[in-house]
């Protein structure tokens, strides 16, 4: 059994899904070499040779990978594929446009948001906005698979895997034409300890420093409902959802957030949930631990003042 | 220009689904069932694209039940132009649904295929992308902003930490996210039109698909429950529960 996970990177820097990813994929008890595609990504590289249960870091380093793109990738991970019993990558959206292309290619089906792996064959993932769980036996001879990060603890850097240069060039018939990233000082939700959410009620893209202010006292990261998002309040990657991010940080402070199916569906496996809302009949409080009754503006201040 | 757009009928996305006592499936019987909203928004991006005259047909494709009619119907009102069901009461996997999508496309060579990046109920994100590697056509997925210039497809997309803008050639596959657009409602009189608009019925033997098993579903069981929490009264109670009860600050 041996397992090719697709690191998920900037060029620049290993992302902190893929040691979850690796950490699924150790508790198949194979070996494990990851595929690094990107261009100028030897630092990437490096970062994925320290994780530990790493056998072999595979890298593909050329321009024509730099932008991510699934159709050149995909043709990439399927002229590696043989003699891996699984290939995995997290459920980013990177994993997410790749993964479901190189299942087609190979001609087997795949599983989405892994959250817990039973055995070689058998898979748990969420369905219907994580009201559901659904446990699936794949029959077939590749299994395909993206990973629910927030469901798995990152392996420790711990190791020095040895590194394997392909040399493989795939064009893509795409072309990037511009790429803007949000900057931002905080942790990525992904990886946040902390995440201070907001939603419609805070009324403004102004008023959401108040929450700012909040995660930066906390060292947390900002993320918002899709009300918020669409409100124009702030910017779409900070969603948490069954659309947006999924999220389980320690704790999860839910401000003015009325808590549709779909907001608690990215949240719900947060260990510690907050919810302010001064809606008493907010559905936010059936799953927060601690429910605070109260005008956002005047408590998340005072809870500012007071940590 | 040809657009195809397949979409699925699933549950409301308003509707709190429940797992079935076997624990077996989800208990859809009864259910009040819909077009899955990012079908809606692919549907009303191909509409303004006919109404901006950068595409010439709308054509709807689902893979479903004969009542999946109704989602048809609906995507006619609100302006596709005709439909076609490939019946059937076998519950497809994505690959499944691609490669059936893929013998329709045969017959329909559309330039586009614009279709919604998942559907509520699977949540597997998958069909779009592997309907493109089937196709060997590029695709675009999780579009917030999709346009056509001389032959020229260029896509905004949604991806984590930012946006990706790409330029495609075409035929190609676009995956919509939420906020490619608001679909509109559909109005009485073109509710009454789309009555009238062409529906095909199709059977996968017909379309010359072979399908094979790969996944056999063991158990559908609902999510642990999150025990009840507590309501505090003020900050002050709040800050010393995080503090001292739960411990994360």
Redesign the interface.
């Given at each position: 059994m041996t397992v090719l996970v697709i690191a998920e990177h900037d060029n620049v820097s290993l992302k902190s899904e893929t040691a979850k990813v690796v950490a699924a994929a150790a508790s198949l008890a194979g070996d494990i070499d990851v595929l690094v595609a990107g261009s100028a990504c030897a630092a990437v590289a490096e970062s994925v040779a320290k994780l530990q249960g790493v056998s072999r870091v595979l890298v593909a380093d050329n321009p024509v990978y730099k932008a991510q793109l699934a159709d050149n990738l995909a043709k990439l991970v399927v002229g590696q594929a043989s003699g891996y019993s699984h290939i995995f990558a997290a459920a980013t959206s990177t994993g997410k446009d790749l993964l479901p292309r190189v299942a087609a290619l190979l001609d087997v089906a795949m599983i989405s948001e892994v959250v817990k792996i039973e055995d070689a064959d058998t898979f748990v993932h969420p369905i219907y906005a994580g009201n559901a769980l659904e446990k699936v036996k794949s029959l077939d001879a590749v299994k395909v698979a993206t990973v629910r990060a927030s469901a798995f603890d990152a392996v420790p850097a711990t190791a020095n895997a040895a590194i394997v240069v392909l040399d493989v060039v795939i064009n893509s018939v795409c072309s990037e034409l511009a790429h803007t990233t949000v900057a931002s000082e905080r942790p990525e939700l992904g990886n946040a300890r902390v995440i201070v959410s907001g939603g419609r009620a805070l009324g403004s893209a102004d008023n959401f420093a108040i929450l700012e202010t909040l995660a930066d006292k906390l060292g947390g990261a900002v993320g918002a409902s899709r009300a918020a998002v669409d409100a124009g309040y702030i910017s779409n990657d900070l969603q948490v959802g069954q659309t947006g991010k999924i999220v389980a940080p320690e704790l999860y402070i839910a401000v003015g957030i009325s808590g549709a199916i779909q907001h608690l569906a990215g949240m719900k496996d947060s260990k510690v949930i907050v919810a302010i809302n001064k809606d008493p009949q907010a559905p936010i409080f059936q799953v927060a631990d601690y429910g605070l009754e109260a005008d956002l503006f005047e408590a998340v201040p005072k809870l500012v003042e007071l940590i | 220009m040809k657009v195809m757009v397949p979409v699925k009928r699933v549950?409301d996305?308003n509707v709190?689904?429940r797992?079935n006592a076997e624990h077996t499936a989800?208990d859809t019987a009864n259910l009040k069932m819909a077009l899955n909203p990012f079908c809606e928004i692919a549907v009303e991006e191909a509409v303004r694209l006919k109404e901006a005259g950068k595409a010439d047909e709308v054509v709807v494709v689902s893979i479903g039940p004969k009542v999946a009619q109704e989602q048809l119907r609906t995507a006619m009102a609100l302006g596709a132009d005709r439909a076609i069901l490939v019946e059937t009461d076998e519950p497809m996997?994505?690959?499944s649904v691609?490669k059936i999508l893929l013998a329709v496309q045969a017959r329909e060579q559309a330039e586009l295929i614009l279709m919604g990046?998942?559907s509520?109920?699977?949540?597997?994100?998958?069909?779009?992308?592997?309907?493109?590697?089937?196709a060997d056509m590029?695709?675009?997925?999780?579009a917030?902003m999709v346009d056509i210039t001389d032959g020229q497809l260029?896509v905004s997309?949604?991806?984590?930490?930012?946006?990706?803008?790409?330029?495609?050639?075409l035929p190609a596959v676009v995956t919509a996210?939420?906020?490619l657009n608001e679909p509109r409602y559909a109005s009485l009189p073109n509710i009454m039109k789309a009555k009238r608009k062409p529906l095909d019925t199709l059977t996968v033997a017909e379309l010359g698909v072979t399908l094979k098993?790969?996944?056999?579903?063991?158990?559908?069981?609902?999510?642990a429950e999150?025990k009840?929490?507590?309501?505090?009264a003020?900050?002050?109670e709040?800050?010393d529960?995080?503090k001292n009860e739960?411990k994360?600050?």
């Amino acid at each position: 059994m041996t397992v090719l996970v697709i690191a998920e990177h900037d060029n620049v820097s290993l992302k902190s899904e893929t040691a979850k990813v690796v950490a699924a994929a150790a508790s198949l008890a194979g070996d494990i070499d990851v595929l690094v595609a990107g261009s100028a990504c030897a630092a990437v590289a490096e970062s994925v040779a320290k994780l530990q249960g790493v056998s072999r870091v595979l890298v593909a380093d050329n321009p024509v990978y730099k932008a991510q793109l699934a159709d050149n990738l995909a043709k990439l991970v399927v002229g590696q594929a043989s003699g891996y019993s699984h290939i995995f990558a997290a459920a980013t959206s990177t994993g997410k446009d790749l993964l479901p292309r190189v299942a087609a290619l190979l001609d087997v089906a795949m599983i989405s948001e892994v959250v817990k792996i039973e055995d070689a064959d058998t898979f748990v993932h969420p369905i219907y906005a994580g009201n559901a769980l659904e446990k699936v036996k794949s029959l077939d001879a590749v299994k395909v698979a993206t990973v629910r990060a927030s469901a798995f603890d990152a392996v420790p850097a711990t190791a020095n895997a040895a590194i394997v240069v392909l040399d493989v060039v795939i064009n893509s018939v795409c072309s990037e034409l511009a790429h803007t990233t949000v900057a931002s000082e905080r942790p990525e939700l992904g990886n946040a300890r902390v995440i201070v959410s907001g939603g419609r009620a805070l009324g403004s893209a102004d008023n959401f420093a108040i929450l700012e202010t909040l995660a930066d006292k906390l060292g947390g990261a900002v993320g918002a409902s899709r009300a918020a998002v669409d409100a124009g309040y702030i910017s779409n990657d900070l969603q948490v959802g069954q659309t947006g991010k999924i999220v389980a940080p320690e704790l999860y402070i839910a401000v003015g957030i009325s808590g549709a199916i779909q907001h608690l569906a990215g949240m719900k496996d947060s260990k510690v949930i907050v919810a302010i809302n001064k809606d008493p009949q907010a559905p936010i409080f059936q799953v927060a631990d601690y429910g605070l009754e109260a005008d956002l503006f005047e408590a998340v201040p005072k809870l500012v003042e007071l940590i | 220009m040809k657009v195809m757009v397949p979409v699925k009928r699933v549950v409301d996305a308003n509707v709190k689904i429940r797992v079935n006592a076997e624990h077996t499936a989800v208990d859809t019987a009864n259910l009040k069932m819909a077009l899955n909203p990012f079908c809606e928004i692919a549907v009303e991006e191909a509409v303004r694209l006919k109404e901006a005259g950068k595409a010439d047909e709308v054509v709807v494709v689902s893979i479903g039940p004969k009542v999946a009619q109704e989602q048809l119907r609906t995507a006619m009102a609100l302006g596709a132009d005709r439909a076609i069901l490939v019946e059937t009461d076998e519950p497809m996997l994505p690959l499944s649904v691609a490669k059936i999508l893929l013998a329709v496309q045969a017959r329909e060579q559309a330039e586009l295929i614009l279709m919604g990046k998942q559907s509520i109920d699977g949540d597997n994100n998958q069909t779009g992308q592997m309907l493109a590697a089937l196709a060997d056509m590029p695709q675009a997925t999780f579009a917030s902003m999709v346009d056509i210039t001389d032959g020229q497809l260029t896509v905004s997309r949604e991806i984590d930490g930012g946006i990706q803008q790409l330029q495609l050639p075409l035929p190609a596959v676009v995956t919509a996210d939420l906020r490619l657009n608001e679909p509109r409602y559909a109005s009485l009189p073109n509710i009454m039109k789309a009555k009238r608009k062409p529906l095909d019925t199709l059977t996968v033997a017909e379309l010359g698909v072979t399908l094979k098993p790969h996944q056999q579903i063991l158990a559908v069981t609902p999510p642990a429950e999150r025990k009840a929490g507590v309501m505090v009264a003020s900050v002050e109670e709040l800050v010393d529960k995080l503090k001292n009860e739960a411990k994360v600050i």
